[in-house]
Each structure stands twice: as structure tokens, then as C-alpha cells.
T-cell receptor, first 113, second 115 residues
Framework: GNSVTQMEGPVTLSEEAFLTINCTYT??????LFWYVQYPGEGLQLLLK?????DKGSNKGFEATYRKETTSFHLEKGSVQVSDSAVYFC????????????FGDGTTLTVKP | SQTIHQWPATLVQPVGSPLSLECTVE??????LYWYRQAAGRGLQLLFY??????ISSEVPQNLSASRPQDRQFILSSKKLLLSDSGFYLC??????????????FGEGSRLTVL
């Protein structure tokens, strides 16, 4: 079946540091890949997505590239802010069975001023 | 615009008591609907999904059940709660005709504590 493996957290960075959160996946067919963000006490919201190989998703300074050859979708940001502190989830959505999504375990990011 | 609401936001229930969490989507028709559970410090586990009224698929065996009595209403229930049912429950919807390229839209979540 499908699976997503995320870099374990928690991750603590200073403001303006570079961020990488690794994500690799296992899936059959041609999944779409997503990064969601969850702020404390809230539900998840989409951060960015990529629907085919070599696509780059980007939003709010975050980027991730769909790498089919390495089955990866690493999240990066060049300069983090305190407001980026949240839990980040990598997810894939398969193309069968109502397009069910499979999530990684989440990575908690704390950015200190 | 589309919105999703779930309630209650917080619930504290004794072991053995019943449960009902409700989720409603507005501004769209025939959405795919999902219930996820997020245990503390862990990822999301898909519990149920539905592609239409009365159509429910269960992902994991458990003492929870789901129903979809109306197109945009999704209910998570239990007749007798267990301690292990504690967690953060999230309802979500997706556009059915986007295949697998569309994202999930999540509700605000319901935090359940079973004592």
C-alpha cells in the first residue's frame, strides 16, 4: 500500500535559518503530493502541492519538488520566521478509491527569535 | 465559497458513554467526505470516507461508526467509548471530480478526551 515517511522532529531553528524537512513516499501509479500545515489547536490547511513528476509547488516562501526518481518531496524554505512554527505534514493522494490521502507522522517546527 | 464546520470543538466523556461528532460542508455538492483521527504526537489515521449519501467505507476496525444522512453532512458515532478513542478528530472534504489532484479541506477539529 501507499506510505509516507517524514523526517522525525521536533526541529528547532533560529529565525532566518534555512529549513529542510525530508519526505519520501511509496505508492503505486501516479500519486499527487502535498504539504499541509497545522497551527496549534487548528485543523490542517494546504501549504503546497505537486501533481506530476518534476512539478514544483510553492507558497509563502516554501517550496517542494516532486522527484519521482528518488520518490521524494522535500519541503524547503530559505529563511524561516517565528510565525512558521507549526506541525508540517507530507501527504500523498492515490488515484484509486476516492483518492484517499496517506499522511506522514508530521514534523513539529519551532522557530526562535 | 465553501466552508466546513465540525462540532463540538471539545468533548470530555466517560468510558462507556456514546459519542456523536458532526461535520457539515457548505457551498459545494456531492463532496467526498472523510473522518481522520490524530493521536497525540502522531500523524493522521483515516477512519472513514464517503463518496455519496449512505455510502461509507471503513478503513480500520474499531468501535466507531460513520453515517452520511445528507449530501453535506457526515457524522462520527460510537455507542460505547474506550479510553483509546481519545484524540483529535478531523473532518475533511474534497472535490470529487478532480481525481487525485485536489487537496483536502479540513474542519477545525474536535478534541475528545475519554476518562
Amino acid at each position: 500500500g501507499n506510505s509516507v515517511t517524514q523526517m522525525e522532529g521536533p526541529v528547532t531553528l533560529s529565525e532566518e535559518a534555512f529549513l529542510t524537512i525530508n519526505c519520501t513516499y511509496t505508492a503505486t501509479g501516479y500519486p499527487s503530493l502535498f504539504w499541509y500545515v497545522q497551527y496549534p489547536g487548528e485543523g490542517l490547511q494546504l501549504l503546497l502541492k505537486a501533481t506530476k513528476a518534476d512539478d514544483k509547488g510553492s507558497n509563502k516562501g516554501f517550496e517542494a519538488t516532486y522527484r519521482k526518481e528518488t520518490t521524494s518531496f522535500h519541503l524547503e524554505k530559505g529563511s524561516v520566521q517565528v510565525s512558521d512554527s507549526a506541525v508540517y505534514f507530507c501527504a500523498l493522494r492515490g488515484n484509486t478509491n476516492a483518492g484517499k490521502s496517506t499522511f506522514g507522522d508530521g514534523t513539529t517546527l519551532t522557530v526562535k527569535p | 465559497s465553501q466552508t466546513i464546520h465540525q462540532w463540538p470543538a471539545t468533548l470530555v466523556q466517560p468510558v462507556g458513554s456514546p459519542l456523536s461528532l458532526e461535520c457539515t460542508v457548505e457551498g459545494t455538492s456531492n463532496p467526498n467526505l472523510y473522518w481522520y483521527r490524530q493521536a497525540a504526537g502522531r500523524g493522521l489515521q483515516l477512519l472513514f470516507y464517503s463518496v455519496g449519501i449512505g455510502q461509507i467505507s471503513s478503513e480500520v476496525p474499531q468501535n466507531l461508526s460513520a453515517s452520511r444522512p445528507q449530501d453535506r453532512q457526515f457524522i462520527l458515532s460510537s455507542k460505547k467509548l474506550l479510553l483509546s478513542d481519545s484524540g483529535f478528530y478531523l473532518c475533511a472534504w474534497s472535490v470529487p471530480d478532480r481525481g487525485n489532484t485536489g487537496e483536502l479541506f479540513f474542519g477545525e477539529g474536535s478534541r475528545l478526551t475519554v476518562l
